[in-house]
């Protein structure tokens, strides 16, 4: 016999991290190859782990709820000699109730019982083993870890009496300011996305154009097509035009479907793409995911809106997969479900537009020379200004405006 240990693996698309979301085996337990083992969450979707072994866990390497790096181990099996075996990954499945983590006998953490994930600190098992060995309340720790997790030092400086002043990389998480109210951990998608939109402003100089648009054609356009036999399997929204639209002006001004490349060599290039994976934000039970329309370009109508009600669901409903979420080339969100006019949206790093949909309202419009009440939506586009000029973003814009205001067909 002999004990393996199975690691994090990069279950596709560069992932770096994943959360430890719930363990479906515990200490003790027998194991078969591609059992699902545990449930991790990426920035882009919640993951299903097979076990590469058969033989009997020995221990839970890594607590539920911890953030950990790609190659960490997170499971020991005791096998027969059996090699690991090559397995594939699935998209979880809803769950009513997470089960918890047994209590470990050959773990350092046995006599622990598994912390609650609201506000409980990370740390790793061996760490809190430390931590009860020293008498250390581990929410009166500072972390220091690179994920916001519980070090051995962190615990040693605590027992000690040392100083616990906050590290200077990230005052906003490791700050020992008395709680005053419900503190969230910031985790998994909520984390990613943060990170990425910081990433996104620090280094794309964003530009936002706006223009309000008299779009009665489009709402007549939608209520006739959710009746004709082609559109039956779909959701038929303004939304759905929209995202037309955006494809047809991305064949008159394909510069904003691009990015901006740093070269290794220390020069730049801009990379225009030809096709449209068209980005969607959709708000989740996980926090804000942005899942992409593959070749939305080469799309009928009927087929954009049955791609965009099928991504907007199976987010809805963490059937995501993380290819679902990768390689988009630029994005629409639409505030207006949430009764917002507008805004300025934020580019996903590596894209070099987004447009923002507000409401339809109705409001007084000038038509041939008098005032009539029409249904008025206002669009507005960030543009990465290395890529995107100013011409080029309001001749982008105006293409989207005229195509809501008079869609063909």
Known sequence: MSIQEFTLPDVGEGLTEAEIVNWRVGVGDDVAVNQPIVDIETAKAV?????????????????????????????????????????????????????????????????????????????????????????????????????????????????????TASPAGNPALHTNRPVRGERIPVRSVQRQMAQAMVRSVATAPHVTEWVDVDVSATVALVERLKGEPEFTDARVTPLTIAAAAVVHAVRRTPIVNASWIDLPDGSAAIE???????????????????????????????????????????????RLTPADSVEGTITITNVGVFGIDGGTPILNPGEAAILALGRIIDRPWAVDGGIAVRPVMQISLSFDHRVVDGAAGSTFLADIAAYLHEPPG
């Open 272 to 318: 225009v793409y030809p096709f449209v994976n068209l980005g969607l934000a959709v708000a989740s039970d996980r926090g804000l995911v942005v899942p992409n329309v593959r070749d939305a370009g080469t799309l009928s109508l009927a087929g954009l809106a049955r791609a965009i009600t099928d991504l907007t669901q199976r987010a809805r409903e963490r």
């Open 47 to 163: 993951v299903v782990l097979p076990c590469p072994f058969a033989g009997r866990v020995a221990a839970l390497l890594v607590d539920q709820g911890a953030v950990v790096p790609v190659g960490t181990p997170i499971l020991a099996v005791e096998v027969a000699g059996r090699e690991p075996v090559l397995v594939g990954y699935g998209v979880e499945e809803p769950v009513g109730r997470r089960r918890r983590l047994k209590a470990a006998a050959t773990s350092p953490a046995a006599s622990e019982p598994p912390t609650p994930r609201s506000g409980a600190p990370l740390a790793k098992p061996p760490v809190r083993a430390l931590a009860r060995e020293l008498g250390v309340d581990l929410t009166r720790v500072v972390p220091t870890g690179p994920h916001g997790d519980v070090t051995r030092d962190d615990v040693r400086r605590t027992a000690s009496g040392g100083a």
